[in-house]
């Protein structure tokens, strides 16, 4: 599949890329710097999420878009991930692109009841306020389209080597979700570029 990467400078967008290289996958990198993103066998674009014109040159060829992109100031209260789903979503529509992979977080939605004790009554109510403010307006974006769309909702992402497991919880049970490594999320995320199992549904993926 022809797949663009969406915030792929970014550590998760890096693993991203990787697995989808290794899965056989075309990549274009859609990232904020061209000059300084150096990558194998990736085709880079540069733009910036907010600006629609660059995300629908981008998008245009494409058979599946990842939006890896994440805020460095989880505190404070923004929209780019609001914003910048706007601009998917529309250019997706316009260019005919169905399925949307998106990097969301434990703490949206109805996964408030994976996110255990210390995450729901300390860090979302503090560090994490802002964005979730940002997460819940963009999962809305996305889930109002008509697009395949996943969203994948994991805890605390560390930088551990792949272990090939990624566990999707059930909102229901109350099991908890507390870490997952990005290379395990960014496998999980490529598999699902080709299966049907999750389109249309917020998931939350976990290792432990």
């Not at 910048?84 to 992979?101: E, F, K, Q, S, Y």
């Amino acid at each position: 599949m022809k797949v663009l990467v969406i915030g792929a400078a970014g550590r998760s967008g890096e693993a991203l890329v990787n697995e989808a290289l290794a899965a056989g996958h075309k990549v274009t990198a859609f990232v904020r710097g061209a000059a300084q993103y150096k990558k194998a066998n990736v085709r880079v674009v540069a733009g910036d999420a907010l600006d629609a014109a660059a995300v629908d040159a981008a998008v245009a060829g494409q058979d599946a878009v990842i939006d890896a992109l994440g805020g460095k100031t989880p505190w404070k209260v923004t929209t780019r991930e609001t914003s910048a789903a706007h601009n998917i979503v529309d250019a997706m529509r316009r260019n005919g692109v169905r399925r949307l992979l998106k990097i969301s977080v434990v703490g949206a939605g109805e996964s408030v009841r994976n996110a255990g004790f210390f995450n729901e009554h300390l860090l979302m109510r503090t560090f994490l306020r802002g964005l979730l403010v940002d997460k819940a307006g963009m999962e809305a974006e996305i889930e109002g389209s008509n697009l395949d769309w996943t969203l994948v909702r994991p805890p605390m992402l560390t930088d551990v080597k792949k272990t090939g497991v990624a566990r999707v919880l059930s909102t229901e049970g109350g099991e908890k979700a507390h870490k997952i490594g990005r290379a395990d999320l960014a496998a999980f995320m490529v598999q699902q570029l080709e299966s049907s199992r999750y389109v249309r549904q917020a998931v939350t993926v976990t290792t432990t």
